[in-house]
C-alpha cells in the first residue's frame, strides 16, 4: 500500500483544514487507517484511526469534538476533517495503514506511512 497525503496549509486559529490521504492498492479496505501528528521536537503522537469498514472511529481526547476522520473505500481515501483549529495542532500530519492493529495509538504497528503534510496554525 502506498499512501499520499495531501491539504495541509497555513490557517488562522479558529480555522479548518481538511486532509486527505490517498492509497494505492486493491486491498484498502481491509486496512485499518491513522492519522498522526508530529510537531517541531516532540515524538509522533496519535490523533485519530478508523476501522476497515468505517464503522467505528477514535480521536485523541485533545481533538474530541473538533476533528472527525472518515473513510471512502470505494475511492481509496481517508479524510481527517480539521475545525477550530489550535496553535497547538500545527505539526506535520501523517496518515498510516496497518492489519494487526491491537493498540491504535501504537505507531509501531503500522505497516506503511505517507509522507506527511504540514499543518500550521497561527494565532
Known amino acids: 500500500v502506498q499512501l499520499q497525503a495531501s491539504g495541509g496549509g497555513l490557517v488562522q486559529a479558529g480555522g479548518s483544514l481538511r486532509l486527505s490521504c490517498a492509497a494505492s492498492?486493491?486491498?484498502?479496505?481491509?486496512?485499518?487507517m491513522g492519522w498522526f501528528r508530529q510537531a517541531p521536537g516532540k515524538e509522533r503522537e496519535f490523533v485519530a484511526a478508523?476501522?476497515?469498514?468505517?464503522?467505528?472511529?477514535y480521536v485523541v481526547d485533545s481533538v474530541k469534538g473538533r476533528f472527525a476522520i472518515a473513510r471512502d473505500n470505494a475511492k481509496n481515501t481517508v479524510t481527517l476533517q480539521m475545525n477550530s483549529l489550535k496553535v497547538e495542532d500545527t505539526a506535520v500530519y501523517y496518515c498510516a495503514a496497518g492489519k494487526e492493529i491491537r493498540d491504535k495509538t501504537d505507531r509501531r504497528l503500522y505497516d506503511y506511512w505517507g509522507q506527511g503534510t504540514q499543518v500550521t496554525v497561527s494565532s
Open positions: 478508523i476501522t476497515p469498514g468505517g464503522g467505528t472511529t
Open positions: 492498492g486493491r486491498t484498502f479496505s481491509s486496512y485499518f
